[in-house]
């Protein structure tokens, strides 16, 4: 099935020489800039740590690289993860983004040109503000839609005022939150743009709904916060997966597939290929065709972009198709990209020669993925980063992953 639209408002940017290549961009922390400043907040903790780890995650493209593109990312990485990249056969020139550091890589790209960019194409992260005027700046072939489109179609309020069975209700005040929490029993109330985990609050007694009203109220009175959240129903997870889809400059939907999501509670933690018996149930369920109603949905609405469609089944069988949409990059269209188990581990990092460290064992071990042969490849050296750090893990062909944990244990 395939689904078209009139783009609405494109921004469209030409470069004047022939493309010779593409230039990969774009910060990863999109949901927290995408989120309108006047919502409430749910309550939560910030980690400093893992912001800054977000913003190190832009490293995880080089995979998508051909030799001849360019990776732009928020500092220069490694000699150690370049070479790697190139003896894995992805072997772009990897530059960091002219500018204060601090600063998004999309605005200190529409601030500073970098030099050589001029007509090749642009195939940014994610749509946020600022990355129209970057394409522009530096003289990129490409499209980027409307910014109000992307922000509509990634907030969870879009997603499930679509419908779809298990996907919950928009809630806009006090009065309607404390209706639909009874309504629902234990369910888990979301901020319309969390992303894996940040952003949910389960409620399992009438006691965390009062701390919930609570906090809503500060909000509201403090600084005039407007209330726009999603009760759902609190599914027991028995498997959670994705489909991966494009919304082409056209608006057509095309189809890539179906990865299976490895979570920790609501937390990322890897991807993997589907069994086959979930892919036999998800074609009997018609769950494709569904996709892909979500993805020309999103079309419609003047987006255009790689788009995942985020689902789960449950302890007692049902299936609910559509929890949430990642119109974006992520690293489960990388995996899928890549046909390869990728890994979110939780490591212990002492020293800024951390990664080198692990490449050389690796090496040393016969796990590295180099030159075609199976085995274990990092996908990126800058979010490792003391005293804890992600270290994303992709498993290539046949290889097994287990030698990998006396080779961590050996590094700490």
């Not at 004047?16 to 949901?31: L, M, W």
């Not at 530059?95 to 960019?117: F, S, T």
């Not at 499209?143 to 969870?156: C, I, M």
Request: charged residues 20%.
């Amino acid at each position: 099935m395939s689904g078209t639209a009139a783009a609405t408002g494109t921004a469209a940017v030409t470069g004047a020489a022939a493309v010779t290549g593409t230039v990969r961009f774009g910060s990863c922390d999109a949901e927290a800039r995408w989120r309108p400043a006047d919502l409430a907040t749910l309550p939560a903790l910030r980690n400093p740590h893992s912001e800054r780890l977000t913003r190190e995650m832009d490293q995880l493209q080089a995979v998508l690289c051909a030799p001849g593109d360019t990776l732009l990312t928020n500092r220069q990485p490694p000699s150690a993860f370049t070479e790697l990249m190139r003896a894995a056969g992805f072997g772009a020139r990897h530059l960091a983004v002219p500018g204060d550091p601090a600063e998004p890589v999309e605005r200190r790209l529409a601030a500073h040109p970098v030099p050589g960019l001029a007509g090749m194409a642009a195939a940014p992260y994610a749509v946020l503000d600022g990355t129209a005027e970057a394409l522009a700046r530096q003289g990129l072939a490409g499209t980027a839609p409307p910014l109000e489109a992307v922000r509509l179609v990634n907030s969870k309020t879009w997603t499930t005022r679509l419908g779809h069975p298990g996907s919950g209700r928009v809630v806009t005040g006090l009065a309607d939150l404390r209706a639909a929490v009874e309504e629902a029993g234990p369910c888990v109330v979301k901020d319309p743009y969390g992303v894996s985990g940040q952003g949910n609050l389960v409620l399992e007694s009438p006691e965390r709904l009062a701390f919930l009203e609570r906090h809503l109220t500060r909000e509201v009175e403090r600084r005039g916060a407007r209330i726009e959240l999603v009760v759902q129903q609190l599914h027991r997870p028995a498997e959670d997966f994705a489909a991966h889809l494009t919304v082409g400059p056209d608006g057509r939907v095309h189809w890539h597939g179906i990865r299976q999501v490895l979570n920790d509670g609501h937390a990322y933690r890897g991807s993997d290929r589907p069994s086959a018996d979930l892919l036999a149930r998800l074609e009997r369920a018609g769950y494709r065709e569904t996709a892909e109603s979500v993805a020309a949905a999103a079309a419609a609405a003047g987006y255009r972009g790689p788009l995942a469609v985020d689902s789960m089944t449950t302890a007692d069988g049902t299936l609910v198709p559509v929890l949430e949409v990642n119109a974006r990059l992520s690293p489960g269209t990388i995996a899928q990209r890549l046909d390869a188990r990728l890994e979110l581990r939780l490591v212990p990092v002492d020293g800024d020669d951390w990664f080198d460290r692990l490449v050389d064992a690796l090496d040393r071990a016969r796990l590295l993925a180099t030159a075609g042969r199976p085995g274990l490849l990092p996908l990126a050296a800058g979010t490792l980063a003391a005293p804890r750090g992600w270290l994303f893990l992709a498993v290539l062909g046949d290889a097994d992953p287990a030698p990998l944990i006396p080779v961590l244990e050996r590094l700490t």
